[in-house]
T-cell receptor, first 113, second 115 residues
Framework: AQSVTQLGSHVSVSEGALVLLRCNYS??????LFWYVQYPNQGLQLLLK??????LVKGINGFEAEFKKSETSFHLTKPSAHMSDAAEYFC???????????FGPGTSLSVIP | NAGVTQTPKFQVLKTGQSMTLQCAQD?????MYWYRQDPGMGLRLIYY???????DKGEVPNGYNVSRLNKREFSLRLESAAPSQTSVYFC??????????????FGPGTRLTVL
């Protein structure tokens, strides 16, 4: 069965500092991988998606993630945090286009001025 | 262009009561989904509809029923609410028929409390 682990339920960074949110997955086949963001009192929106093309995926708002098969990881990074980045971030995985997407438990990001 | 809309935004029920959560999308999407979000557990898929006229169970379908009324609307019904169904419910839609990995667009959620 597929699963997603997000290390750290809460991460705090200073404004302007590097953002690193960790995601590890288990999947028996090359996966589809996603990062979604949820701002307070809103639904989720897609940040970026890996679908077996380039291993470094660029998303919206300056975020990017790198697929590392050997580490079964898909960590999310942003070089310089902004106050508006404060939100809940969800990593998700799917085995195939016809298979359901499994979401991780989420990481809450706080940005300190 | 409203995207995905959900009603109501908040609801309090007593154990055993029934209710229907409404969802509509105006993006002409083919697939629609219902999720529940619980603290520390991320989102879990309840039911989905890969196209108009079809529905399938997700991870946690027990205690729920769905109706894909037409291409725009996908409702979720709780026939006899239980405290374990206290959660935030999200509806989502995506463009491609049958491709669950297509980008999903989410509504703002319904916060349900069952006493």
């Amino acid at each position: 069965a597929q699963s997603v682990t997000q290390l750290g339920s809460h991460v705090s960074v200073s404004e302007g500092a590097l953002v690193l949110l960790r995601c590890n997955y288990s999947s028996s086949v090359p996966p589809y991988l996603f990062w979604y963001v949820q701002y307070p009192n809103q639904g989720l929106q897609l940040l970026l998606k890996y679908t077996s093309a380039a291993t470094l995926v660029k998303g919206i708002n300056g975020f990017e993630a790198e697929f590392k098969k050997s580490e079964t990881s898909f960590h999310l990074t942003k070089p310089s945090a902004h106050m508006s980045d404060a939100a809940e971030y969800f990593c998700a995985v799917s085995r195939a286009s016809y298979d359901k997407v499994i979401f991780g438990p989420g990481t809450s990001l706080s940005v300190i001025p | 262009n409203a995207g995905v809309t959900q009603t109501p935004k908040f609801q309090v029920l007593k154990t055993g009561q029934s209710m229907t959560l409404q969802c509509a999308q105006d993006m002409n999407h083919n697939s629609m989904y219902w999720y529940r979000q619980d603290p520390g557990m991320g989102l879990r898929l309840i039911y989905y509809s890969a196209s108009e006229g079809t529905t399938d169970k997700g991870e946690v379908p027990n205690g729920y029923n769905v109706s894909r009324l037409n291409k725009r609307e996908f409702s979720l019904r709780l026939e006899s609410a239980a405290p374990s169904q206290t959660s935030v419910y999200f509806c989502a839609s995506s463009e491609v028929t049958g491709s669950l990995t297509d980008t999903q667009y989410f509504g703002p959620g319904t916060r349900l409390t069952v006493l």
